[in-house]
């Protein structure tokens, strides 16, 4: 197996259905190198059983499942775990971001070489958002000493050697900041691809839900950069 691609799932089973077509069309003809695994990140909606009914029909697909919900990250973590890719990596269960950029992202890492870090860029978002995504880009790349734009863009693909050298990653959002910023570390070279980011059509956020949960989340960030810059997390 060249690749796989993580996807937590928490909550998702109206997008669960319409993310397993739009895999199949994305990945057709490359369903031997690529695996798509769903983890059921501790869902209390039926995600689960939406998985078990459709996945004999995806044989590209498989999932693992999280009992109780311990965060995003922990959630990837469990996947890539589970992961048999030569690469690894992860994207959203929303479909905020199309199936069909996983085979352009598996494409620049062949393109790229091993030592490779494939994230996306997103574009067509509010405008809203663009500005809070880059003023926090702008803390963490001089907090930190290295350029960290668009942090939460998807999707993400690396060498599974690089994931297997992580130490103490975070089990929540912060992943995609870990990540980042130990690929610029282990000087991996940073190819991005511009993905069209949409809204949800189905379910919500469970984090960007107004200006308090932004507070938490940028109150979480900034705990989570001074742990990193001080090295207690590698």
Same mark, same amino acid.
């Given at each position: =197996?060249?690749?796989s691609v993580v996807i937590p799932c928490y909550n998702e089973k +109206?997008?669960?259905? =319409?993310?397993l077509d739009g895999f199949a069309r994305a990945l057709q003809g490359? +369903?031997?190198w690529v695996e798509v695994i769903l983890?059921?990140?501790g869902s209390t909606d039926g995600?689960?059983?939406?998985?078990d009914k459709l996945l004999p029909g995806y044989p590209f697909a498989r999932t693992v499942r999280v009992e109780i919900n311990q965060g995003y990250g922990y959630g990837i973590l469990r996947g890539l775990q589970a992961a048999k890719g030569?690469?690894?990596g992860w994207t959203h269960a929303d479909l905020q971001t199309d199936p069909a950029d996983i085979p352009k992202a598996c494409q620049l890492i062949k393109e790229g070489g091993e030592a490779c870090y494939v994230k996306g860029k997103r574009i067509g978002r509010p405008w809203s958002d663009v500005f809070f995504t880059k003023g926090m880009g702008l803390f963490e790349t001089i907090f930190l000493g290295c350029p960290l734009q668009d942090i939460n863009a998807q999707p993400n693909f690396f060498p599974r050697e690089f994931y297997e050298s992580w130490e103490n990653p975070p089990y929540d959002f912060s992943l995609d900041?870990?990540?980042?910023?130990m690929a610029q570390k282990k000087e991996l070279k940073l190819c991005r691809f511009p993905v069209e980011f949409t809204r949800r059509l189905y379910g919500s956020s469970h984090w960007n839900?107004?200006?308090v949960s932004k507070w938490k989340f940028i109150k979480r960030t900034v705990d989570f950069s001074v742990r990193l810059k001080k090295g207690g997390i590698r």
């Open positions: =197996m060249d690749f +109206e997008n669960i259905p =319409m993310l490359k +369903e031997d983890v059921d990140n995600s689960g059983e939406v998985l030569n690469y690894v900041l870990y990540a980042y910023y839900t107004g200006l």
